[in-house]
Nanobody, 119 residues
Framework: QVQLVESGGGLVQAGGSLRLSCEAS????????MGWYRQAPGKQRELVAN???????NYADSVKGRFSISRDNAKNTVTLQMNSLNAEDTGVYYC?????WGTGWRDDWGQGTQVTVSS
């Protein structure tokens, strides 16, 4: 079982920036996809951004041009750089890893980190 440990959340003013990091307990090249989801109070969890070992990253329309996802295979880390934050970005951010085992798909999640943007 993999562990995903997030860090970097906190309180920031609107217009500010935060960087979230997710460190996996094993090589991230073993995952088919890694990324970040978020859940605002009273809302469903939604995809923010994800990345695969090949191809371009995928972003939610609401964060395009403001957020950037990157991966460091040597450090088993995926990072989400968040700029120009606004109140709608407030929520709990979860690191996600998806793996196709051939016989099925497995989703692993981090414990979540709170991001609060004050207006």
């Amino acid at each position: 079982q993999v562990q995903l440990v997030e860090s970097g959340g906190g309180l920031v003013q609107a217009g500010g920036s935060l960087r979230l990091s997710c460190e996996a307990s094993r090589s991230i090249t073993s995952f088919n996809v890694m990324g970040w989801y978020r859940q605002a109070p009273g809302k469903q969890r939604e995809l923010v951004a994800n990345t695969r070992s090949v191809g371009s990253p995928n972003y939610a329309d609401s964060v395009k041009g403001r957020f950037s996802i990157s991966r460091d295979n040597a450090k088993n880390t995926v990072t989400l750089q968040m700029n120009s934050l606004n109140a709608e970005d407030t929520g709990v951010y979860y690191c996600h890893a998806g793996t196709n085992w051939g016989t099925g798909w497995r989703d692993d999640w981090g414990q979540g980190t709170q991001v609060t943007v004050s207006s």
